[in-house]
């Protein structure tokens, strides 16, 4: 098996290093492709994941996970 890196540039795919191939040989081409996130997706999901946190009661200290408080069945239970 041939392995080499590659890029598409949105028509074709371009070998990045010199590939030593018969013109005009069938290939079979599996790619390994794993997109990395821009500094705005980044910044979008931390955002999200923020205002998530803020609707939470866990993050606002407003819930009680006292030992007492989750054995009494409910979260709410004031025993």
């Known amino acids: 098996m041939t392995t080499f890196k590659a890029h598409f540039d949105g028509k074709i ?5 010199q590939v030593d191939l018969p013109i005009n040989q069938p290939l ?10 821009d500094a705005k997706q980044i910044a979008e999901q931390l955002k999200e994941f923020e205002e998530l946190l803020q609707l939470s ?3 606002n200290g407003s819930a009680d996970w006292s030992r007492d408080s989750i054995y009494s069945g409910t979260l709410d239970d004031p025993r």
Not at 13 to 17: A, G, H, R, T, V
Not at 28 to 37: C, D, E, G, N, V
């Open 13 to 17: 795919i371009i070998p990045d290093e």
């Open 57 to 59: 009661d866990h993050a």
């Open 28 to 37: 079979q081409i599996s790619a390994a492709f794993i997109p990395t996130p």
